[in-house]
């Protein structure tokens, strides 16, 4: 009953206060803007406005920081249907169907469903982050190295499917996305290794230069390869009204809507493994349940749902280690812990006795937050279509302007620059071939994940790894793994007797 009540009259301060609101309004619309910019990840938005916070109360300091929060990691999905790019790593999943529905006219369709499933997944979210938070944080300290490690491993899986009917390419990129995370330090020993002897990369490759390269350059070559095409120079954005879904058709995907906030939730619990690994679960785990999986890369809405729900649901899941356990779940959880512990508050199963009205404070600016957010990502969005009917060459070079501007402030670094050229290029070879590139960004990130988890079980058990065998949850995830790469394995076996057969039956 307590926490209801500090609740409420925490809602009760936010909507009586002038000053909260203009701020969650503003901050919101930045973090909205941030995350639609290629280059800006959500990390580097809430390190634009920690300096902001440090003279104000920790109230205050949570309103501007959560905001901007909700706000960047929504906003990526604009610019990954819009123009192919995904504004943060978290909306690479979005790509692809909303890029397919972009090129059909659906754009604005395609960014009002997932700005409104966006808020879905965010409330469900919030709802057990503020309900079942110990419970949660709990079932977190169960999971060890090996645990880690596989879903590593499990999430590794279900991107080499992402290859469609050539799983071989998909290995082929996922691979060369985990030999680019390993240049630069050991994530355990930090010592330099694969940098080649180049000074430049024994700080590693960046991910932000790496995104811009792999996802801004082939759109940019492509755009220069066509330049007479029509369609590369013009676009028509059909008409829509609201959110471009209505209540009832929103109603007949409840089960993927359902199915991906929980996903969102679950995996934001867990420490390091971040938005984008769920974003990328959930789309796989739709494609899979779903009665018409081809359609999926090709602009199916289940896809955009899928992936926006839980990219925003991951939010209040990796808070709830943050507060109960003083574990941040991701990077930008991190950011707000250390703003925290700037204001004197110590996160940690103590910290619901100590600080409840700071805690049920920061409750409250989530869920009016993610309100605002809905609301002005939609007022913002035909500003925002209208890129799209922009001659396509000059947004191309702000873009190229943004990715670089984005590469090197990652790092303060002219190498960054060097690897977005080149990263580009290699992406764009690799396109050409047929090889997909989301499966590379997406081996980089969990590279990390699964080799530094690996390196810690290893230790802990003594060298021993049949030792990983005597955990369930690790096992199980390494079985689903097994599970869908031989799946993936199968439907290129059959997809590449079909034709065959074809070409023998057209000879």
Known sequence: MASFQYFGASLATIFSSPKFLLLIFAFTALGILLGALPGVSVNMALILSLPLTYSMNSETAMAVLISCYIGALSGGLISAITLNIPGTTSSIATTFDGSPMALRGEAGRACGIGILTSFIGGCFSYVLLMFLAPLMGKVALKFGGWEYFAIGMFSLAMIISIAGDDVWKGILASTFGMALAMTGPDPVSGIARYDFGISALSGGITTTALMCGIFAVPELLKLAANREDAQAEDMEVEKFKGYGISARELLLHWKNILRSSIIGTYVGVLPGVGAS???????????????????????????????????????????????????????ATAILLSALTLHNVQCGPLVFTKNASLIYFIFAICFVSNLVMVIVERVVLKGYIKVLTAPRRIVMVFVMMMCIIGAYSARNSYTDIFVFII???????????????????????????????FIHAMQLSRGNYMDMFTRPIAVVFLILAAISLFDSIRKTVKASKVRKAAELSQS
């Not at 974003?279 to 999986?293: D, E, F, Q």
Request: glycine fraction near 16%; include cysteine; hydrophobic fraction near 40%.
């Open 277 to 331: 690994s769920a974003s990328l679960i959930s789309y796989m785990t739709a494609k899979n349940s779903s009665k018409h999986p081809e359609t999926f890369g090709k602009g199916d809405i289940d896809g955009i749902i899928a992936s926006e729900t839980a990219n925003n649901a991951c939010m209040g899941g990796a808070m709830t280690p943050m507060l109960a356990l003083g574990i941040p779940g991701s990077g």
């Open 423 to 453: 990263g580009g290029v290699i992406g764009y070879a690799m396109k050409k071939a047929g090889v997909p590139t989301a499966p590379i960004l997406l081996g980089y990130i969990l590279s990390a994940i699964i080799e530094k988890n």
